[in-house]
Structure formats: C-alpha cells, structure tokens
C-alpha cells in the first residue's frame, strides 16, 4: 500500500471514531460529566504510558523538564482540551448532539479568526466572506435556539486555542497527549477518589460491561489521535482539510437519525449558511494551495510558521511543522 492511500486510510480511520463517538459517550451513562471526563483523563495516561514504553520512547520526559516554557504551555493546551472535552460530554450526554457538531462544523472559521486576531494575519477576501457567512449562521441559531450556541461556541473556540498553543509547542501526537493528560491526572483521581469517598460514583456500581466501557475511555481518546498524526505524515493539508469534515457530519446524523433530535427549519437554514462558509473556505483553500505548488514545485521557507490556514485545514493534533499550503506534514521527533 502507498504511503498516501495509508495516509487516507489513517484520516478516514480517525475521523470515523471522532464521528461516531456520540454512540460511545451515551453508553457511559448514568455517569456524569465531570466522572466521563476525570476517567478519559485517567485512562489516557495510562494507555499512552503504555503505548510509549512499548516504543521505548519515554527519554522525553527528561528533555521536557528542562524547558519550563514549553511546561507552562502544555498546562495551558491541557486545561483547553479538558474543557473541550468536558464540553463536549456535557453537550452529547444532554441530548444536544447536534449543537455539538455544529461546533466542530465551525472550527475551521475560528481557526480563521484567530489567525487574524492573534497572528496577525491579513485574509483574502473569499476569506472574509466565509467569516460573513458563518457570522451570519450563529445569529440565525440564536434566533432558533433563543440563545446564542454557547455550547458549540465553546467547542469551537477552545479546540481552535488548543490546535494554535499544540502548533506553537510543536510535540508529537503520542508524547504531547501524555504529557498534558498527565498534567490533569492528579485533579482528575482526586475527584473520582471524592466521588467514590461520597458513594456517588458510577465506576464499578452500574455493571462490569460499564466499567470497561469507562475505563476503554482512555483507548478511545488516543486510537483515533495516534491515526490522525498517521494521517498528518502522509496527506498534504488540503487532502487532510477535507476529510474533516466527516466526523461532524456523522456526529450530525447521530444526532439527528439516531438521537432523534429536532431539526427545525430555521436551524437547517443556520446549518445551511455554516455549509455555505465552509465550502468558500475549503474552495478558497485549495486554489490557493493550487497556486502556490505552480509558483513554488519544490518550496524551501526558511523558518516553518503556523498560520490560521494550516491550523484550520489540519485541525490540530500531531506535531506537524505547516510550511507551506501545498507540502506534506512532517512529524519531527525530539
């Protein structure tokens, strides 16, 4: 097999797990939130750990105790994931699935706006119509939901935070996840010890099935990373940008055709204009990884640079060094 159908078969694999991880999150009830959220940090360590030892890769930890930088902004790409995914249980296991996907739908243009405020950047103008759009879409949501859709506005907001600190740290998939669930672990166990000291935890009282479902949350989280730094070596970023957006549609039909949630027409509208956007978007991005590879067949920049582009089009992950629209990721190791 071809590195770049491997690199398909990674991506797909990865974003299939991402789509249909509703499923999975609803058989961890009658588990709460918080309880979900402290056991996939648990078990991520856990897993990882093991993952790494299996490749004797573990020299890291040493290299990384030297860098208290690159500590801080772990701790800082750490609480932003937690809260992701916090969000994100909270959003699957209240019945607002839908609303959850819209937020990943918007990541791409987060990512964007991000770019321009914290980067810097100056966008093109199909740029600035897909923002338009998408502006447009989250205020025809309010007028549907009767509020703004702060739940997706939070998975999107904190993914796109986690995706542009993740650039800037520049670590592997494997070694970054570890290391920031490893942050969060103490806080995580001292909270499931609290539960358990309280009697209210959901860990070994529901059924053996539940509590290797809760304790598989670990396997769930890095299986589908670890495939999408696969995926990150081998696609370029257009092939990878557009790929991405399976796994909100499947999160979409899961909640719309499995979850039975109601999808009234106003809603589909706001869905509509956020489609819309992300098809400027995604058109913009092509042509202009099109123009660039004619310009420049064999780019050498001399210092690698994270831009909104890359971000939005990767969707953060892996570590990846984005060095110009149309080059292949490269992991680098330490």
């Known amino acids: ?84 995914w916090g969000t994100y249980i909270y959003g699957v296991n209240s019945d607002r699935v839908v609303e959850t996907a819209l937020g990943y739908f918007i990541n791409p243009l987060v990512v964007v ?3 321009v405020f914290v980067l810097r950047e100056r966008l093109r103008p199909a740029q600035w ?34 995706g542009l600190v993740k650039k800037k740290l520049g670590l592997p998939a494997a070694e970054g996840l570890f290391v920031e669930s ?31 479902l809760l304790v598989l949350a670990g396997a769930a989280t890095a299986i589908p990373l670890l495939l999408f730094a696969g995926a990150a070596n081998r696609l370029p970023l257009t092939s990878l940008g ?27 509208a706001g869905f509509a ?3 819309l956007a992300l098809a400027v978007f995604t058109i913009d991005a092509v042509q202009a990884a099109r123009q660039t590879h004619h310009t420049h067949p064999h780019p050498h920049p001399p210092t690698p640079t994270a831009t909104s582009r890359d971000l939005a089009l990767s969707a953060a992950g892996s570590r990846r060094t984005s060095l110009s629209p149309g080059q292949k990721v490269q992991d680098r190791g330490e």
């Not at 969060?184 to 099935?209: C, D, I, M, N, T």
């Not at 790929?243 to 999808?263: D, K, S, T």
Request: with cysteine; charged share 10%.
């Open 1 to 84: 097999m071809t590195p770049l159908r491997l690199g398909y078969l990674y991506g797909f694999g990865a974003y299939l797990l991402w789509g249909f991880f509703p499923l999975y999150l609803k058989l961890l009830r009658p588990a709460g939130p918080l309880e979900i959220l402290a056991h996939r940090i648990v078990w991520s360590v856990v897993f990882v750990a093991l993952v790494l030892g299996a490749l004797r890769n573990v020299g890291f930890l040493r290299a990384l105790a030297r860098r208290p930088r690159t500590l801080a902004g772990i701790g800082v790409a750490a609480t932003l994931i937690a809260g992701n």
């Open 113 to 115: 706006l991000l770019g």
């Open 129 to 162: 119509a897909a923002l338009g759009t998408g502006g447009l879409a989250v205020a025809v949501l309010t007028v549907d939901y009767g509020r703004l859709p702060w739940l997706a506005l939070v998975l999107a907001f904190s993914f796109a935070g986690y």
């Open 182 to 212: 490893a942050v969060l672990a103490l806080p995580a166990l001292g909270y499931l010890g609290w539960l358990a000291a309280a009697g209210e935890a959901a860990f070994g009282q529901v059924s053996l099935a539940h509590t290797i």
């Open 242 to 268: 557009m790929i991405q957006y399976v796994a909100p549609i499947l999160q979409l039909g899961c909640g719309v055709l499995v979850f039975h949630e109601p999808m009234p027409p106003a809603r589909l």
């Open 273 to 275: 204009l956020v489609w």
